[in-house]
C-alpha cells in the first residue's frame, strides 16, 4: 500500500517538472525582453534628436524674418527662444533617452514650442495682421508653459530688455550709400528699391562729406541689458558672462536678476535695414556651462523715406463786362417817369461790386414840338437790388418846365467775374527721414486729396491716403508719427526709435 502511494507522488513529480520549467523559462524570456528593451536602439526619435530638429527650425524662421517680421514678430520670437533653451538645458541628461519616455509635462512643453515654430512659419509664408495675431497668440500659451518650468532648479529666462537696440547716433547723413542718385527723378514717385546684400559689409555707405564742424561730437550710451529669471546665478561661483561678437562681459548680479551693460559699438548694425543681434549668456553650475541666446532687433542709422503727394484745386478768378441792354423812359408833358429794370448774372458769374457804372445814353425834351435836351433833368441810377446778386437801375424822365416832354434812355456796364478752378499737383519727392530730427512737408492750402508713400528700414512699404474733409487719418508705422502741427499747415514726420510696437 505505501509503496503505491509512492509511485503515485513520482508520477505527479513528473508531470509538474516540464510545468515548472515552462513557467522558469517565461519568466527569464520576459525579464531579457525588458532588459534588452532598455538597452537596444529605438526606432522612436531620441530627446537630442528633437532638439536638433527645434535648433534648425529655430535658425532657419530667424534667417526668413524680414524687417516686418523682425519688429512685428519679435515678441513671438523670443519667446520661441527662451522656451527652446529652456528645454535644451533640462534635457542634456537625458539626451539619449527616447522622447517617447519622457513625462508628459515635459513632452507638452515640446509640443508647445512646435506649435509656436509652426505659427511664426505661417506668418512668414503669408504675413498678414491675422497671422501675426495669431501667432502672438500661439507665444502668450508657449510663455505659460515656460512659467511652468521655474518650479525646478535649473535655470531659467523668464523675460530681458530691451527689445531693440537704438541706432548709433552718429547715423549716415552725411553718408550716401553706392550708387544712389543725388536726387530723385522728375516726375512719378519713385522709392529706392531694396538693395542686394553687399559684398563688403563695410562698403554699405560712403561718405558724401564730412567737415570737422558737422561730425558727431557725442558717442553712442551703452545699451542696458536686465534679465529676469530663476536660479541665474550660483552663490560663491563665477557671475554669469553675456558675449556679442567680440565683446565679453560680466553681470552685475542682483536677487532673481541679471544687469549689464553692453558697448553699442559691440551690436553689428546695417545702415539701411534692421537686424537680429543675439547674445550668448553663459552660466557656470559646477563643471557644466549652461547657454542661452538673447534675440535682440538692432535698428539701422536711416529709418527710411517717404513721399507726400497732394491734389490741389486753386482758383482763378475770370472777368467779362456785360453790357445792359438801352432802356427808355418816357414822360408826357409836366410829368416825371421811372422805368425800373433789374439784371441777374449769367448762370455761374457775379457782378463785381466794385466795377459797375450806369450810363446816360441820351436825354431828351421838347417844348412845343422843338426838341431841347435842356428841358429833361433826367438820370440812370443805381437803385436797391430786389434779389441777391442782381443789379437794378432806375432810368427817369424828368422835365424842367410843366409844358416840356421828356424822354431818358440809359444803360449800365458791369464786370462779371467768376471763379475758375486749376487743378495741380504738388509734390514733395522721395525724402529721408531722420532718427534726430523731425521732417515737415508744407500742406498746400488749396489740398483736397492726399496720398502718403512710406517706406521703413528699406524694406517695409505703406501707403496712406485721405481726403482735406476728412482730416489725416491714423498713420500706423512702427518708430513713425505722422501729424499736422499747432496750425494745421505743416505735415510733420516724426522718426523715434524708443516709439517701437
Same mark, same amino acid.
Given at each position: 500500500?505505501? *509503496?503505491?502511494?509512492?509511485?503515485?507522488?513520482?508520477?505527479?513529480?513528473?508531470?509538474?517538472?516540464?510545468?515548472?520549467?515552462?513557467? !522558469?523559462?517565461?519568466?527569464?524570456?520576459?525579464?531579457?525582453?525588458?532588459?534588452?528593451?532598455?538597452?537596444?536602439?529605438?526606432?522612436?526619435?531620441? @530627446? =537630442?534628436?528633437?532638439?536638433?530638429?527645434?535648433?534648425?527650425?529655430?535658425?532657419?524662421? *530667424?534667417?526668413?524674418?524680414?524687417?516686418?517680421?523682425?519688429?512685428?514678430?519679435?515678441?513671438?520670437?523670443?519667446?520661441?527662444?527662451?522656451?527652446?533653451?529652456?528645454?535644451?538645458?533640462?534635457?542634456?541628461?537625458?539626451?539619449?533617452?527616447?522622447? =517617447?519616455?519622457?513625462?508628459?509635462?515635459?513632452?507638452? %512643453?515640446?509640443?508647445?514650442?512646435?506649435?509656436?515654430?509652426?505659427?511664426?512659419? =505661417?506668418?512668414?509664408?503669408?504675413?498678414?495682421?491675422?497671422?501675426?495675431?495669431?501667432?502672438?497668440?500661439?507665444?502668450?500659451?508657449? !510663455?505659460? *508653459?515656460?512659467?511652468?518650468?521655474?518650479? =525646478?532648479?535649473?535655470?531659467?529666462?523668464?523675460?530681458?530688455?530691451?527689445?531693440?537696440? +537704438?541706432?548709433?547716433?552718429?547715423?549716415?547723413?552725411?553718408?550716401?550709400?553706392?550708387? %544712389?542718385?543725388?536726387?530723385?527723378?522728375?516726375?512719378?514717385?519713385?522709392?529706392?528699391?531694396?538693395?542686394?546684400?553687399?559684398?563688403?559689409? %563695410?562698403?554699405?555707405? @560712403?561718405?558724401?562729406?564730412?567737415?570737422?564742424?558737422?561730425? !558727431?561730437?557725442?558717442?553712442?550710451?551703452?545699451?542696458?541689458?536686465?534679465?529676469?529669471?530663476?536660479?541665474?546665478?550660483?552663490?560663491?561661483? +563665477? +557671475?554669469?558672462?553675456?558675449?556679442?561678437?567680440?565683446?565679453?562681459? +560680466?553681470?552685475?548680479?542682483?536677487?532673481?536678476?541679471?544687469?549689464?551693460? @553692453?558697448?553699442?559699438?559691440?551690436?553689428? %548694425?546695417?545702415s539701411r535695414r534692421t537686424s537680429f543681434a543675439a547674445a550668448t549668456l553663459s552660466i557656470r553650475r559646477g563643471s557644466r556651462t549652461v547657454l542661452f541666446q538673447l534675440l535682440f532687433t538692432v535698428l539701422p542709422d536711416r529709418p527710411g523715406s517717404f513721399a507726400f503727394d497732394q491734389r490741389a484745386v486753386t482758383k482763378t478768378l475770370e472777368s467779362n463786362t456785360l453790357v445792359s441792354p438801352e432802356i427808355l423812359s418816357r414822360a408826357p408833358p409836366g410829368e416825371t417817369r421811372t422805368v425800373r429794370r433789374c439784371f441777374d448774372p449769367p448762370s455761374g458769374w457775379r457782378f463785381d461790386k466794385e466795377r459797375q457804372r450806369v450810363v446816360i445814353v441820351e436825354r431828351l425834351g421838347w417844348q412845343e414840338d422843338v426838341s431841347d435836351p435842356t428841358l429833361n433833368a433826367g438820370s440812370v441810377e443805381f437803385v436797391p437790388a430786389e434779389e441777391p446778386g442782381q443789379v437794378c437801375i432806375a432810368v427817369i424822365a424828368r422835365p424842367v418846365m410843366r409844358s416840356a416832354r421828356t424822354a431818358t434812355i440809359g444803360r449800365f456796364e458791369a464786370t462779371l467775374v467768376r471763379d475758375r478752378p486749376s487743378e495741380t499737383v504738388v509734390k514733395s519727392g522721395v525724402r529721408a527721414l531722420d532718427w534726430r530730427e523731425a521732417v515737415r512737408v508744407p500742406v498746400d492750402p488749396g489740398m483736397v486729396e492726399w496720398k502718403l508713400y512710406m517706406r521703413l528700414f528699406d524694406d517695409i512699404d505703406r501707403e496712406f491716403e485721405g481726403s482735406a474733409d476728412a482730416g489725416l487719418p491714423r498713420v500706423s508705422m512702427p518708430f513713425v508719427s505722422v501729424g499736422l502741427d499747432d496750425d494745421g499747415h505743416t505735415l510733420v514726420l516724426r522718426a523715434d526709435p524708443t516709439d517701437g510696437p
Open positions: 500500500m505505501a *509503496q503505491a502511494s509512492r509511485s503515485t507522488a513520482d508520477a505527479r513529480g513528473v508531470r509538474r517538472a516540464p510545468i515548472v520549467i515552462a513557467f !522558469a523559462v517565461v519568466v527569464a524570456v520576459v525579464v531579457l525582453f525588458t532588459v534588452m528593451r532598455e538597452e537596444m536602439p529605438t526606432s522612436e526619435p531620441t @530627446v =537630442d534628436e528633437r532638439i536638433a530638429v527645434l535648433r534648425t527650425e529655430r535658425a532657419g524662421l *530667424q534667417a526668413r524674418a524680414d524687417s516686418e517680421a523682425r519688429i512685428g514678430l519679435l515678441p513671438a520670437f523670443r519667446t520661441a527662444s527662451l522656451l527652446f533653451d529652456a528645454l535644451a538645458v533640462r534635457s542634456e541628461s537625458d539626451g539619449d533617452r527616447a522622447f =517617447d519616455l519622457l513625462p508628459s509635462y515635459r513632452r507638452e %512643453t515640446f509640443v508647445e514650442l512646435e506649435v509656436l515654430n509652426g505659427a511664426l512659419k =505661417d506668418a512668414l509664408d503669408r504675413p498678414s495682421e491675422g497671422a501675426r495675431l495669431a501667432a502672438h497668440k500661439v507665444a502668450a500659451g508657449a !510663455a505659460v *508653459q515656460l512659467d511652468r518650468l521655474a518650479a =525646478d532648479a535649473m535655470p531659467l529666462i523668464l523675460s530681458y530688455a530691451p527689445r531693440f537696440v +537704438p541706432p548709433r547716433r552718429a547715423t549716415g547723413e552725411l553718408t550716401l550709400a553706392p550708387g %544712389t542718385p543725388e536726387a530723385a527723378p522728375h516726375g512719378a514717385l519713385q522709392l529706392d528699391r531694396p538693395a542686394a546684400p553687399s559684398a563688403n559689409p %563695410t562698403m554699405q555707405a @560712403v561718405p558724401r562729406y564730412a567737415p570737422d564742424f558737422a561730425a !558727431a561730437g557725442d558717442d553712442d550710451p551703452p545699451l542696458r541689458i536686465e534679465i529676469v529669471g530663476s536660479h541665474l546665478a550660483s552663490a560663491g561661483g +563665477p +557671475p554669469p558672462m553675456l558675449s556679442i561678437g567680440a565683446w565679453r562681459g +560680466p553681470a552685475t548680479v542682483t536677487p532673481e536678476r541679471l544687469r549689464f551693460s @553692453v558697448p553699442r559699438t559691440a551690436f553689428p %548694425t546695417d
